[in-house]
C-alpha cells in the first residue's frame, strides 16, 4: 500500500513569489493535514480536513496561505507571497479518522531566498 | 492551548548505553503518542498511550504514560545506531487535534 505522497521535494524561490505543494494521502483516509516543521522543532498544525472541508484551519495565515481538497482526496497547500519566514518543512498526514493514526509524508522542504 | 516540553532537547550517547527522554505538560491528555523521525522523512509513530500508568513495550523501547496523564518517558536500552533521530511526544484532549512537543534529538554513536 502505498503511503502519503508529497511533490515537490524540495523547492527554492525568491521572496515574494507563490508556491504550491500537494499530498496525495492514503487511500480511503477520510482526515488530511498539513503541518509546518521549522527546524529543531516538531510539526505544528496549519489544518485539517476531514472530507473536502476544512474543519480546524485556526492556525493557518490566511492572508497568505491557502489549502484546498476540493474532490476530498489529494489537496493543495499555496503560499502567495513567500516570506523570508516561511522557509521551513511542509509535512502532509492523513488518518482514517481523527484520533486515529496519522501516516505522514516525506514533507516538503521550502527555502525562501 | 496545550504546550508540550521535552528534555532533554540534545542527547549523544554510546552504542549498548541506556537511556530515557521525557515528555512533560501542565494539561491532561487523552491520549498521547511517541514518534521518530529520521531526517527527510515524516514522523512515524511508535506507540499510543490512553490510560495514565501504563507501560507499553516494543523491543528495546519502554513507553510509560504518567499517573495524571500529564507526562510520559521513553527509555531505550542498550541503544543501538539504528536509534539515531527525533524523538517527538504529541498529545491530545478529547476530540481533539494532537500537538507535538519540540522534539529530542538523539545520537547513537559506534
Known amino acids: 500500500e502505498a503511503g502519503v505522497v508529497q511533490s515537490p521535494r524540495y523547492k527554492i524561490i525568491e521572496k515574494k513569489q507563490p508556491v504550491a505543494f500537494w499530498c496525495n494521502p492514503i487511500?480511503?483516509?477520510?482526515?488530511l493535514y498539513w503541518y509546518l516543521q521549522n527546524l529543531g522543532q516538531g510539526p505544528e498544525l496549519l489544518i485539517r480536513?476531514?472530507?473536502?472541508?476544512?474543519?480546524?484551519d485556526s492556525q493557518l495565515p490566511k492572508d497568505r496561505f491557502s489549502a484546498e481538497r476540493l474532490k476530498g482526496v489529494d489537496s493543495t497547500l499555496k503560499i502567495q507571497p513567500a516570506e523570508l519566514g516561511d522557509s521551513a518543512v511542509y509535512l502532509c498526514a492523513s488518518s482514517s479518522l481523527l484520533g486515529d493514526t496519522q501516516y505522514f509524508g516525506p514533507g516538503t522542504r521550502l527555502t525562501v531566498l | 492551548t496545550q504546550l508540550l516540553e521535552q528534555s532533554p532537547q540534545f542527547l549523544s550517547i554510546q552504542e549498548g548505553e541506556n537511556l530515557t527522554v521525557y515528555c512533560n505538560s501542565s494539561s491532561v491528555f487523552s491520549s498521547l503518542q511517541w514518534y521518530r523521525q529520521e531526517p527527510g522523512e515524516g514522523p512515524v509513530l511508535l506507540v499510543t498511550v490512553v490510560t495514565g500508568g501504563e507501560v507499553k513495550k516494543l523491543k528495546r523501547l519502554t513507553f510509560q504514560f504518567g499517573d495524571a496523564r500529564k507526562d510520559s518517558s521513553l527509555h531505550i536500552t542498550a541503544a543501538q545506531t539504528g536509534d539515531t533521530g527525533l524523538y517527538l511526544c504529541?498529545?491530545?484532549?478529547?476530540?481533539?487535534?494532537?500537538?507535538f512537543g519540540p522534539g529530542t534529538r538523539l545520537s547513537v554513536l559506534p
Open positions: 480536513y476531514e472530507n473536502e472541508e476544512a474543519v480546524d
Open positions: 487511500s480511503g483516509h477520510n482526515t
Open positions: 504529541a498529545g491530545a484532549g478529547y476530540g481533539q487535534n494532537f500537538v
